[in-house]
């Protein structure tokens, strides 16, 4: 299962927007298809686990599609074909930057970049993610976000 989504993952990504968009109107297409089979069409004997996964599938392209268009693989893979890098930090001198930053401020766990007055950013301004990225605005949520930094 996991080599068919990287599969289409890498289909998708080989088609630009255009494919993104192909992927889109394609989980469109194949949603209200697998409903309708599976909630109107379904009679006696009808196979609904196959439309269940007919809107099911429609869910994954959507996804796959949407998370192309404006996901942050794709503003991660301009940013290397341009030239630049990922900057990581050192953790454990982020760790301490994050220990003297003053409140607000931001940590990301996945490049170690630590950054004050970070509350206007909902993502890390050096790769953009967003699981990775700690917000802290209170001085209690300091030590989560020095956990992250490991």
Not at 47 to 55: A, E, H, R
Not at 62 to 75: E, I, S
């Amino acid at each position: 299962m996991g080599e068919l989504v990287s599969g289409l993952i890498d289909l998708i990504r080989e088609g630009g927007k255009a494919g993104a968009v192909v992927a889109c109107v394609l989980g469109l297409i194949l949603i209200p298809t697998g409903y309708f089979l599976f909630a109107h069409a379904a009679g006696p004997g009808a196979v609904w686990p196959i439309m269940l996964g007919v809107s099911v599938l429609g869910l994954g392209c959507l996804g796959l599609g949407l998370g192309a268009l404006f996901g942050n693989q794709a503003r991660l893979d301009a940013a290397l074909e341009a030239g630049g890098g990922v900057a990581r930090a050192d953790f454990a001198d982020a760790r301490l930057r994050a220990e003297m930053a003053k409140v607000p401020f931001g940590a990301c766990g996945d490049c170690g970049y630590v950054v004050e007055g970070a509350s206007a950013f909902d993502r890390c301004p050096n790769c953009f993610s967003v699981p990775g990225w700690s917000l802290v605005e209170e001085e209690d949520e300091r030590g989560r976000a020095i956990s992250s930094l490991s």
